[in-house]
């Protein structure tokens, strides 16, 4: 299964703080160019198991005893009496990529950053496709992360552990939380018999809220 | 029995299988984990063990795959507990049938470059669980598991230097013969054998029928036992099994005695029935004896290079008559030397000499960080250049691979007090042909003097292939028979001691004219004598043309592949490139230098402030020229007219313009004038360093010295720099809320400690008021904003 065909030009330019309708010429090939090099360098791996669902006061609980806890994925989960828990990483690859990038041309290295970022978003694309054929009678409220809403970041390594994820995809959390390889995605996505609201992700539930540019301006980045 | 005694039996060793799928078919939860199945269930994990025993398992794996304190933190059970209590049980279940092994497994964070963790923290960690497990009475450690060769040298190291165990080391492959963070069997059997390993080998991964190309590798690059002990075959994509039969498995694991292996056993998946089988398959089966014969190779952790052809070692990390490297070095400014590191491995360099010998700089400290930062970088392995015991050891334990010393000589003193690491970190050593003597003028005493540092390594256990000798290169307008004596020494020392050689040839044209000439013509002379290793600048095109050259002309290059793709394209340089990137040509347009900066036309920008240079004043282009232009940028992004992309486009016009100027300012008296300085840093535990690095750039385009400190930084040396420099402004970024805690941290200490300085923060989670909340002094939205308070603090 590929989970990563092509990066689309107009994410990375919109992560780079750039309307992809006003790119120019160069800020447009940097775009590619990172594409292009991020395609060869990410080796994507996943890794997802089944768990059930029990609301607490506090929050949810899964079949392995692990609290989530808050309010937000709790409302956002409810109705679901099951979840499919999954992480992905680019690989380790990538992230030397970057770091060779970071002692060199800026702009270059943003491109590359934001390429990456788009690839990992495309990934979990491929994947939430690839979950829904298999449950084809279920319905998913959108995928969610740590860091959405009031879910703390520090049960990435939890959810690591949980997933088995140091050694079936070489994906581990550090200390402080951040996903190591960088470009990774830990989520949870419900699955429900019955139909969910047609709520998608927007700026209330966005991980780049605070410090969104778009936002910031008054704007919108135009994913809906 | 003795593990000695096993290994030096004729025979296979047979050993255990799956432990956490065994548990778990006993009734461990999922989500609980195995570390305490010893404290915990202990009738279970007896029985387990047991069952491997009667399936003919001569060492048992103790079930401390996970007892460290990083992965024990969160069940409250100390190391101790859980390594006694897990040997005991397995001891009791082996009833001196088997020997029982302490089982090392990964810590679960990533270290140092690729993570956060730091090497020494991570030998710490594995120090605790060696203590442990010798306390506990085990016959023998196991690495396993491993994806990061620099964490499993840091579980070897633990135990070598804290108990006299055996230790087998083993990684875990992708199909593609990688480990997840890129690691072959190459770099990986060349650094564990150095290092001191007695059995290496492949665990986990994949099945049995994919270990045949992994284990040649192993074989080929290093004369060890080797072990396996593979899943049951590939995943099942539909679920948690595993592809292949108990049959299956034995008659695939039987196979492999034909490839030499020693150790047999199973990982996941793998059950006593699979041990059994195989036992079976394997009874009086003799393991074929296969020469090896491992070339001469240094490595690092992903890349392998042996020295079977001329290999070139990259000279320019050195700060010997380099005053941008100086001042790099004092700055500790990481992203110079890692650019010249790029530069030089994208110019050919296979092997990068990393020297950072400047007075009044902590060498052995700067070593330490700038052989990391390089390793995160380049995969080319490095050459550690230093005359100084305490800078060679701590650059030889940071170093992840097998790296070359250089260098000892004839005397008594760097013998005794540099062979030593080189043997310890498994690291090969160029010999200079000089004592307290000096350089003897003939070929004979140099050679005299090569043999005594090779006797010295040998004695020491260190391999005559692991011996680089150097004969030294004497300036020819000084000594101009110096040059035929190199190279007759050079000559004999291949012909007469069978030894690689070294030679750093830049020297040869010292004080004379056209210098690329001579140096061409002498690296060449030099490679017909026997010359392996020349170090020179490789930016030089003349030097690369030369190695390219004879490789087609050895018959080396096979259907001069390389040259043609070095040169298919292109006309050849004899002179030597720009270490920049600015070109030497004049600006092809009539464009000033302002509409450069603002067109964003980096190519051009270096060539016209070179041009500006003739006649103006260079602080007068700064802040006439390039601040003003650059304030136009950045009010056409603060209005919305341009965007973040093209604002870097500007950013690096400025930035090669920038460069050339500090050239200038650095060659005149003082260092480069700059107003501040501004202290950079993204606090400890935050990685996310590319917000970071622009604000670097756009302050330094106004003509602000930076010292960016990088990313994961401690509140202290933040503290420790802003006082050393005297910094006006301390600048800091966080892009989590799980690193909020330590900016705010950071400016406590800045206060307590009484540091003279304002602060400004940003950082994608950061808002004003949160900054205010922490004791910030300014909120700086993006880059642009930061350089406006700049501008307010500093005058």
Same mark, same amino acid.
Request: aromatic fraction near 4%.
């Given at each position: 299964m590929n989970l990563l065909k092509t990066i689309p030009i107009g994410e990375i330019l919109r992560y780079m703080g750039c309307p992809p309708d006003r790119a120019d010429p160069v800020s447009q090939a940097a775009a590619e160019r990172a594409a292009q090099r991020i395609l060869a360098a990410a080796v994507p791996r996943w890794t997802w198991m089944e768990t059930s669902l029990s609301p607490e006061e506090d929050g949810i609980r899964l079949s392995s005893g692990l609290l989530l806890p808050g309010q937000d994925l709790k409302r956002h989960l409810a109705g679901c009496g099951s979840a499919v828990l999954f992480c992905a990483t680019l690989g380790a690859g990538v992230d030397a990529l970057l770091r060779r990038a970071a002692s060199g041309d800026l702009l270059e290295a943003l491109a590359l950053d934001c390429a990456a970022s788009a690839a990992v978003e495309e990934v979990c694309d491929a994947i939430e496709v690839a979950l829904r054929e298999r449950w084809p009678a279920k319905y998913f409220p959108f995928r969610y992360s740590p860091g959405y809403g009031d879910l703390p970041l520090s049960l990435q390594g939890e959810l690591l552990r949980l997933l088995d994820a140091p050694r079936r995809v070489g994906l581990t959390a550090s200390s402080s939380h951040i996903l190591l390889p960088r470009k990774s995605v830990t989520a949870i996505l419900g699955l429900s018999d019955t139909p969910v609201a047609a709520s998608s992700r927007s700026c209330a539930t966005c991980p780049g809220r605070d410090g969104c540019l778009y936002r910031k301006s008054g704007g919108h980045c135009g994913i809906s | 029995m003795e593990f000695r005694e096993l290994l030096a039996a004729p025979g296979p060793v047979l050993l255990d299988g799956?432990?956490?799928?065994?548990?778990?078919?006993?009734?461990?939860?999922?989500?609980?984990?195995?570390?305490?199945?010893?404290?915990?269930?202990?009738?279970?994990?007896?029985?387990?063990?047991?069952?491997?025993?009667?399936?003919?398992?001569?060492?048992?794996?103790?079930?401390?795959?996970?007892?460290?304190?990083?992965?024990?933190?969160?069940?409250?059970?100390?190391?101790?507990?859980?390594?006694?209590?897990? +040997?005991?049980?397995?001891?009791?279940?082996?009833?001196?049938?088997?020997?029982?092994?302490?089982?090392?497994?990964? *810590?679960?964070?990533?270290?140092?470059?690729?993570?956060?963790?730091?090497?020494?923290?991570?030998?710490?960690?594995?120090?605790?669980?060696?203590?442990?497990?010798?306390?506990?009475?085990?016959?023998?450690?196991?690495?396993?598991?491993?994806?990061?060769?620099?964490?499993?040298?840091?579980?070897?190291?633990?135990?070598?230097?804290?108990?006299?165990?055996?230790?087998?080391?083993?990684?875990?492959?992708?199909?593609?013969?990688?480990?997840?963070?890129?690691?072959?069997?190459?770099?990986?059997?060349?650094?564990?054998?150095?290092?001191?390993?007695?059995?290496?080998?492949?665990?986990? #991964?994949?099945?049995?029928?994919?270990?045949?190309?992994?284990?040649?590798? +192993?074989?080929?690059?290093?004369?060890?036992?080797?072990?396996?002990?593979?899943?049951?075959?590939?995943?099942?994509?539909?679920?948690?099994?595993?592809?292949?039969?108990?049959?299956?498995?034995?008659?695939?694991?039987?196979?492999?005695?034909?490839?030499?292996?020693?150790?047999?056993?199973g990982c996941c998946g793998t059950t006593p029935e699979y041990i059994a089988r195989m036992a079976k398959a394997l009874r009086g089966r003799e393991i074929r004896e296969i020469p090896r014969s491992v070339p001469a190779a240094v490595c690092s952790g992903t890349r392998a290079v042996p020295i079977d052809r001329v290999r070139v070692i990259g000279e320019r990390?050195?700060?010997?008559?380099?005053?941008?490297?100086?001042?790099?070095?004092?700055?500790?400014?990481?992203?110079?030397?890692?650019?010249?590191?790029?530069?030089?491995?994208?110019?050919?360099?296979?092997?990068?000499?990393?020297?950072?010998?400047?007075?009044?700089?902590?060498?052995?400290?700067?070593?330490?960080?700038?052989?990391?930062?390089?390793?995160?970088?380049?995969?080319?392995?490095?050459?550690?250049? #230093?005359?100084?015991?305490?800078?060679?050891?701590?650059?030889?334990?940071?170093?992840?691979?097998?790296?070359?010393?250089?260098?000892?000589?004839?005397?008594?003193?760097?013998?005794?007090?540099?062979?030593?690491?080189?043997?310890?970190?498994?690291?090969?050593?160029?010999?200079?042909?000089?004592?307290?003597?000096?350089?003897?003028?003939?070929?004979?005493?140099?050679?005299? *003097?090569?043999?005594?540092?090779?006797?010295?390594?040998?004695?020491?256990?260190?391999?005559?292939?692991?011996?680089?000798?150097?004969?030294?290169?004497?300036?020819?307008?000084?000594?101009?028979?110096?040059a035929a004596q190199t190279l007759e020494a050079v000559e004999r020392v291949k012909k007469e001691l069978g030894l690689r050689t070294v030679l750093g040839v830049s020297n040869i044209s010292f004080g004379l004219p056209a210098r690329p000439l001579i140096n061409q013509n002498f690296l060449t002379m030099a490679l017909t004598k026997g010359l392996d290793l020349p170090i020179l600048n490789p930016n030089a095109d003349a030097m690369m043309a030369a190695v390219r050259s004879f490789h087609l002309l050895m018959n080396i290059d096979r259907d001069a592949r390389e040259f043609i793709d070095a040169y298919g394209q292109a006309k050849v340089s004899t002179t030597i490139s720009a270490a920049s990137s600015a070109p030497s040509a004049a600006p092809s347009s009539q464009r000033s230098l302002g509409q450069i900066v603002e067109a964003g036309l980096k190519g051009e920008a270096g060539a016209a402030a070179r041009t500006l240079l003739e006649t103006t004043d260079p602080m007068e282009i700064i802040d006439g020229i390039l601040i003003p232009a650059l304030d136009r940028v950045g009010a056409g992004f603060e209005s919305g007219r341009i965007f973040l992309p093209q604002l870097l486009q500007a950013a690096g016009a400025a930035q090669a313009a920038f460069e050339v100027i500090r050239e200038r300012l650095a060659g005149s008296a003082g260092s480069a004038a700059g107003k501040g300085p501004v202290i950079l840093a993204t606090v400890r535990g935050d990685i996310h360093d590319i917000g970071k690095n622009i604000v670097r750039v756009l302050l330094e385009n106004y003509g602000y010295e930076v010292v960016d400190l990088g990313k994961d930084v401690e509140p202290a040396r933040v503290v420790e720099a802003a006082r050393e420099r005297k910094a006006p402004l301390v600048g800091l970024s966080a892009l989590m809320t799980t690193t909020l805690g330590a900016m705010k941290e950071t400016i406590s200490l800045l206060r307590r400690e009484g540091v003279d300085c304002r602060v400004v923060v940003g950082g994608a989670v950061l808002t004003a008021e949160y900054a205010k909340e922490i004791g910030a002094d300014f909120y700086a939205r993006d880059a642009k904003a930061t350089v406006d308070v700049a501008r307010q603090v500093i005058r």
């Open positions: - | 799956g432990m956490g799928t065994m548990l778990q078919a006993k009734g461990l939860r999922p989500g609980e984990g195995p570390e305490l199945a010893a404290l915990d269930h202990p009738d279970w994990l007896r029985e387990i063990h047991a069952a491997y025993v009667a399936a003919g398992t001569q060492i048992l794996f103790a079930n401390t795959f996970g007892a460290n304190r990083e992965k024990l933190r969160r069940t409250g059970k100390t190391v101790s507990e859980v390594v006694s209590a897990s +040997l005991r049980v397995a001891r009791e279940a082996a009833a001196g049938r088997a020997l029982v092994a302490l089982d090392i497994g990964p *810590i679960g964070q990533l270290l140092e470059p690729a993570g956060l963790l730091p090497f020494e923290e991570a030998v710490d960690i594995f120090r605790e669980v060696v203590l442990a497990g010798v306390e506990a009475g085990a016959d023998l450690a196991v690495v396993e598991t491993m994806t990061d060769l620099q964490e499993a040298r840091a579980a070897l190291l633990a135990a070598r230097e804290n108990s006299s165990l055996p230790v087998m080391v083993s990684l875990t492959y992708e199909e593609r013969g990688r480990t997840f963070l890129g690691c072959g069997p190459d770099s990986a059997a060349l650094t564990l054998e150095g290092l001191g390993a007695d059995v290496i080998g492949v665990n986990c #991964s994949l099945g049995p029928r994919e270990m045949p190309p992994l284990v040649r590798e +192993l074989t080929r690059w290093s004369t060890l036992p080797i072990l396996v002990k593979p899943n049951a075959g590939l995943p099942d994509p539909a679920g948690g099994g595993y592809d292949i039969t108990p049959e299956e498995f034995a008659a695939a694991m039987a196979e492999l005695t034909e490839l030499g292996v020693k150790f047999y056993g990390i050195n700060p010997t008559g380099k005053k941008l490297m100086k001042e790099a070095l004092r700055k500790g400014d990481m992203d110079y030397m890692l650019g010249q590191a790029i530069a030089q491995t994208e110019a050919g360099a296979d092997i990068l000499d990393v020297n950072v010998g400047l007075p009044g700089i902590d060498e052995a400290d700067m070593m330490t960080r700038v052989v990391k930062a390089l390793q995160g970088v380049t995969d080319a392995p490095l050459q550690l250049d #230093s005359g100084k015991p305490e800078v060679l050891a701590a650059a030889l334990r940071a170093y992840c691979g097998k790296a070359i010393v250089n260098s000892v000589n004839g005397e008594e003193k760097t013998l005794s007090a540099i062979l030593p690491l080189v043997k310890k970190y498994g690291a090969a050593v160029v010999g200079l042909t000089l004592d307290e003597n000096g350089i003897p003028k003939t070929v004979e005493a140099r050679l005299e *003097i090569a043999r005594r540092i090779l006797d010295r390594a040998l004695a020491l256990g260190i391999p005559r292939k692991d011996v680089y000798i150097d004969c030294l290169t004497l300036t020819a307008s000084a000594e101009q028979a110096g």
